[in-house]
């Protein structure tokens, strides 16, 4: 990726203060997602990961960016799936890209999506490159019709061909690939050296071999040869499905040729400066685990390394208010409404200090011990006159009920809602520490990788607006100490702030 896509390191964060605070993030390159899609030498952009982190989302956030930002966009999806269609408003995808409705082209731009369909590509190769009798004998073989639906490694085939297609045609000048959810999403990197190893393997050559040897006689005494050898193996794989095989070798010698050549240039421009890949993971162990393989994997077939998009990270802007805080206040509160209440109780019994000539401060037969709460948690005695509620929390000896709060104590309706969103910011505290640790890991053995993080948003993304939402985040995501003030505009213009 070129220099002109990062943002330099950022410096040491400042860990917040109070007691265990989050670790700070370790300083990572900023990855810049809209100079990346900007840049006219970018033709296409490769987003990867393993399933569940969100990169069929992010894949099609990128495309509809670059699009309403001038780019003719396509994105291609080799994921089954049918997120992509819904998310784009589409009822369904296809081999055929198909134009993306409400996209704004005032830019000059455009989008179109499709999916491949692996058999229909096979298809299209065969027809493109073989003549029609020998395309008609192809496509009506059935091991070939078996191979083109779901033999290991098609898929794979496909989609560099495809790729290929794509990028040839020059109708598009930004390409977005979607790959499969899973470790082997990088397996159409391995085709043009499958497909070789396949072509060249003595079995292929065994059958094919007739119908390469020049000269009626050479092919009758090879033939002949190869009876003897066929009629073993039709022993082994049946009779008609070695002749289908031999046929099919036989016819798609040339076709084969074809996939190796293409399959190898295109292999050679995703090798090239006019490419991106973008590693799509979550802030967890596992997905992290999975990102830092595809990390290693792209460097050890040379390809350009965009960045790491971070998706569905949770952040908080009251981090000073750390886990073990939070806590402690909401137990207090808690204590404090429980002694309230029991003390209440009292107050009111027909034995309690409310009772003649009981009351501990000598004036208005309030207890003194009413006040107490407000000590403990730090807040003042509230004015008289509040509507009085009922009150009901666990203790040791049972639940306390029908304590109500005076007007004296009207704090105790609050409280118990104060505690609970003192819990769950607890709670969210240590989900961001946790993450800390997972990206702190990464980092640490990855210093170089650009990083962008997406916050995590409260409902899932279904629609267009909502991709034009990640992609304001995506494009403000840098890290922490990189995001500054464009990441808390861009939360804001997307209501998030």
Known sequence: MSEQHRVPHPAEPTAPTGPIAPAPVLPAPALDVDALIDDPAIRIVVCCGSGGVGKTTTAAAVGLR????????????????????????????????????????????????????????????????????????????????SLSSGFAGTQEYMAMEKLGQLSACGEWDLIVVDTPPSRSALDFLDAPQRLGSFLDGRFVRLLGAPARVGGRGARKVLSAGMGVVSGVLGRVLGGHVLSDLSTLVAALDTVFGGFRERAEAT???????????????????????????????????????AGLVLNRVHVSRAERLTRQRALAAAEALESAVVTTAADVSADVSPDGPDAPGTADDGTDGTARSASFPYRTAGVKDPQPGHTPVRVERPTAHGPVAAAPSSPQHPWTAAAPLTATLLRLHAEQMQVIARERRARNAFTAVHRDVAVA???????????LDGLRRVGSLLAAGAAPAERGDRTAGARRATGLG
Do not use: C
């Not at 589409?90 to 692996?118: F, H, I, K, Y």
């Not at 979550?282 to 830092?292: F, G, H, K, N, S």
């Not at 993080?453 to 629609?463: F, I, N, R």
């Open 453 to 463: 993080e997406v916050p995590a948003l409260p409902e899932d993304v279904h629609d």
């Open 66 to 145: 670059a699009a309403e930002r001038g780019r003719r966009v396509v994105v291609l999806t080799i994921d089954p799936a049918k997120r992509l269609a819904q998310s784009m408003g589409l009822g369904e995808l296809d081999n055929t890209p198909r134009t993306v409705p409400g996209v704004d082209v005032s830019a000059g731009g455009g989008l179109q999506a499709m999916m491949l369909d692996m058999k229909r590509t096979f298809d299209e190769v065969v027809l493109t490159h073989a003549d029609p009798e020998r395309a008609r004998t192809i496509l009506e073989n059935s091991f070939y019709q």
């Open 267 to 305: 292999y050679r421009r995703l090798q090239g400066e006019g490419t991106a890949f973008l590693v799509v993971a979550t802030p967890e162990r596992d997905a992290l685990r999975e990102a830092a393989y595809f990390v290693e994997r792209l460097a050890a077939d040379r390809m350009p390394l």
